[in-house]
């Protein structure tokens, strides 16, 4: 007997997230055909200038997740891109050892934030909203003036590019350009790709799943909540080290307002991909494509040349409470069923 084919409330919100971006980007070719819209290249910068955001979204999907949240992720990146910034121009460090030490700090930062949540009982906004005010204070501590990079190894790696065999074109010099994307992009896909498969296929994905949906449940079930709580912030902050690495290998510096509203992007993201922001439901594909969604809107504006990009934050904003209320509508229907 074949079994019958349901769309459940997570598999539904993210088919509406993929259809959604794929109708808004089939819009902008017929608009800017002209223009060259439709380009391989056009489709491939959206995660070219996305990638640190990428990571960013799949810590936050994460958190939130579990029932909780980061306020201080944006704050976190600006500290990230400083400290690079700081230590190979100013301290000459190498760019390998630069990395490492972010990568520790952000470690080091969710352990913090996610002690305070999981042992202490403080609520997930103000542990992080301390953490944001935290992040970008010392941000300005290190460095009140812009730093740019001029490393060698690490222009290097901000410079590399990795070209498709497959869908070049002819410039008007004549020549064969093909597309290309930088090593950012491919270490944000693995990350997602390994975010993905640890939240379906991993025990502590199904215990991340189960914390955010019910704690006393989860109690029952014999799950350390706290230690689970603990370790989705710890991976957070990891992501967030990882996120301000791709983001500055994007701007080449640091300075104190760099990456404000970072934060609210993400979390953004993850709500229109399908993420509950009372937890227990999320899915990282579909933070790409919230993510995805973003970028498209940011190509509209920059294609059409007069708006203003705050047109931006004002669609993303009417998304959002779309997707809130489309997410409330499924849960009374739920409880009604």
Same mark, same amino acid.
């Given at each position: 007997?074949?079994?019958?084919f349901?769309?459940?409330?997570t598999s539904?919100?993210?088919?509406?997230?993929?259809v959604?971006f794929f109708v808004m980007?089939?819009?902008?070719? #017929?608009i800017f055909k002209d223009?060259?819209?439709? !380009?391989t290249?056009?489709?491939l910068n959206l995660?070219?200038?996305n990638?640190g955001l990428? #990571?960013?979204?799949? =810590?936050?999907?994460?958190?939130m997740?579990t029932?909780g949240?980061d306020i201080s992720?944006?704050?976190?990146?600006?500290m990230?891109c400083?400290?690079l910034?700081w230590?190979?121009? %100013?301290?000459?460090m190498g760019?390998?050892?630069s990395?490492?030490?972010?990568?520790l700090t952000? @470690?080091v930062?969710g352990?913090?934030?996610? *002690?305070l949540?999981a042992?202490?009982d403080?609520q997930?906004?103000i542990?992080?909203?301390?953490?944001m005010?935290?992040?970008?204070? &010392?941000?300005?501590?290190?460095?009140?003036d &812009?730093?740019?990079?001029s490393?060698e190894?690490?222009?290097?790696w901000? !410079?590399?590019?990795?070209?498709?065999?497959?869908g070049?074109?002819v410039n %008007?010099k004549g $020549?064969?350009i093909?597309?290309?994307v930088?090593?950012?992009?491919?270490?944000?896909?693995l990350?997602?790709?390994?975010?993905?498969i640890?939240?379906?296929?991993?025990?502590?994905?199904?215990?991340i799943?189960?914390v955010?949906?019910n704690?006393?449940s989860?109690?029952?079930?014999g799950?350390?909540?706290?230690?689970v709580k603990l370790?989705a912030?710890?991976?957070?902050?990891?992501?967030?080290?990882v996120?301000s690495?791709?983001f500055?290998?994007?701007?080449l510096?640091?300075?104190v $307002?760099?990456?404000?509203g970072? $934060?609210m992007?993400?979390?953004?993201s993850?709500?229109i991909g399908?993420?509950?922001l009372?937890g227990?439901v999320?899915?990282? +594909?579909?933070?790409l494509f =919230?993510?995805?969604?973003?970028?498209?809107?940011e190509? *509209?504006i920059?294609?059409q040349?007069?708006?203003?990009s705050?047109?931006t934050? +004002?669609?993303?904003a009417?998304?959002?409470?779309?997707?809130? @209320?489309?997410q409330?509508?499924l849960?009374?229907?739920k409880k009604k069923?």
């Open positions: 007997m074949k079994k019958k349901t769309l459940n409330q539904f919100l993210l088919l509406i997230t993929i959604l980007y089939a819009v902008g070719c #017929v223009q060259g819209f439709a !380009k290249q056009n489709f995660f070219v200038s990638a990428i #990571v960013i979204g799949i =810590g936050m999907t994460v958190v997740i029932g949240i992720v944006g704050s976190f990146v600006a990230g400083m400290m910034a230590m190979m121009e %100013r301290a000459g760019a390998v050892p990395v490492l030490i972010v990568l952000g @470690v930062f352990l913090v934030q996610g *002690f949540v042992y202490m403080i997930p906004f542990v992080t909203l301390a953490g005010f935290f992040a970008r204070g &010392m941000t300005a501590i290190i460095s009140k &812009m730093i740019s990079i490393n190894m690490f222009m290097g901000a !410079k590399m590019k990795i070209y498709f065999p497959f070049g074109h %008007r $020549e064969m093909y597309p290309y930088y090593p950012t992009v491919v270490i944000a896909l990350l997602l790709a390994g975010a993905f640890m939240l379906k296929y991993t025990k502590f994905g199904r215990s799943y189960a955010g949906g704690e006393q989860a109690l029952m079930m799950l350390n909540v706290r230690r370790k912030y710890m991976l957070d902050g990891f992501l967030c080290g996120g690495i791709l500055c290998l994007n701007t510096g640091g300075f $307002e760099q990456a404000k970072f $934060e992007d993400a979390i953004a993850a709500v399908g993420t509950l009372t227990g999320g899915n990282v +594909i579909g933070t =919230g993510v995805l969604i973003k970028a498209t809107i190509a *509209f920059t294609f040349g007069t708006l203003s705050w047109w934050r +004002i669609t993303i009417a998304l959002l409470c779309f997707f809130i @209320v489309l409330s509508v849960a009374m229907l069923k």
